[in-house]
T-cell receptor
Framework: DAKTTQPTSMDCAEGRAANLPCNHSTISGNEYVYWYRQIHSQGPQYIIHGLKNNETNEMASLIITEDRKSSTLILPHATLRDTAVYYCIVRDSWGKLQFGAGTQVVVTP | EAGVAQSPRYKIIEKRQSVAFWCNPISGHATLYWYQQILGQGPKLLIQFQNNGVVDDSQLPKDRFSAERLKGVDSTLKIQPAKLEDSAVYLC???????????FGSGTRLTVV
């Protein structure tokens, strides 16, 4: 499975966009990029996923570079409830979700 | 739709004792996963079930951990005997088929003293 690299932590001001980077330089052609987040004392929650094209849903946008070696999760208007650990995961079509350490995002007033 | 149910929410035991956790996945979800999450780390997959069969248990410490999903619905994870390093949150997740849209429960926080 391809591995991902994420910053350990980042801060974001409430109401501003939060841009969470993820490197996955060894990703192969059939592997998807998934993002989950984990709010304190809860289980991880699915956010979004993509293969090649950029994706957007009600929670976030996912921007994948053309060479697919990195991606960025965008939370357009961060709120205090977005404070969580965000996990970037590369998964092939048959694989399981293998979590790394993630990025601790703290949204401040 | 009801979420993934786990119990108990918290458990404190002494080392060398045994403990069991229960999980009831979302109705109709064929695939069930158990994860272990040690404080400050991401969840680590222990075992994956497809219906009542084990798909992957390569990271399950089989000398002390066991899991079953006898009727292809709810599942139990057991630790016997427990060690101090087993202190963690045990998360259960389910998905339709083998898809990656996992729904997680809130977990069971185990403290071994």
């Amino acid at each position: 499975d391809a591995k991902t690299t994420q910053p350990t932590s980042m801060d974001c001001a409430e109401g501003r966009a939060a841009n969470l980077p993820c490197n996955h330089s060894t990703i192969s052609g059939n592997e998807y990029v998934y993002w989950y987040r984990q709010i304190h004392s809860q289980g991880p929650q699915y956010i979004i996923h993509g293969l090649k094209n950029n994706e957007t849903n009600e929670m976030a946008s996912l921007i994948i570079t053309e060479d697919r070696k990195s991606s960025t999760l965008i939370l357009p208007h961060a709120t205090l409830r977005d404070t969580a650990v965000y996990y970037c995961i590369v998964r092939d079509s048959w694989g399981k979700l293998q979590f790394g350490a993630g990025t601790q995002v703290v949204v401040t007033p | 739709e009801a979420g993934v149910a786990q119990s108990p929410r918290y458990k404190i035991i002494e080392k060398r004792q045994s403990v069991a956790f229960w999980c009831n996945p979302i109705s109709g979800h064929a695939t069930l996963y158990w994860y272990q999450q040690i404080l400050g780390q991401g969840p680590k997959l222990l075992i994956q079930f497809q219906n009542n069969g084990v798909v992957d248990d390569s990271q399950l410490p089989k000398d002390r951990f066991s899991a079953e999903r006898l009727k292809g619905v709810d599942s139990t994870l057991k630790i016997q005997p427990a060690k101090l390093e087993d202190s963690a949150v045990y998360l259960c997740a389910s998905s339709e088929g083998g898809g990656a849209f996992y729904t997680f429960g809130s977990g069971t926080r185990l403290t071994v003293v």
